[in-house]
């Protein structure tokens, strides 16, 4: 049986391994653009902290299923 995956182990972290989804953290706007698949930039940054205030953290059901 193999062991549980441990977080703390890995060599790298990936933007997927970084996302807040909502369950264990509160989603931040940096975390819904890269739900998006796209860059961080400060115009992107600004909507979808926009999105954020509109949609609570549902907003981040748009990219994630």
Do not use: N, Q
């Not at 703390?8 to 653009?33: I, Q, R, Y």
């Amino acid at each position: 049986m193999s062991e549980p995956s441990d977080e703390s182990k890995w060599a790298f972290k990936t933007a997927d391994s970084c996302l807040h989804t909502g369950s264990e953290h509160m989603v931040d706007p940096e975390d819904l653009v890269m739900a998006s698949g796209r860059e961080l930039t400060p115009a992107r940054i600004e909507k979808a902290r926009k999105a954020l205030e509109e949609h609570g953290a549902a907003a981040v059901e748009r990219y994630l299923p």
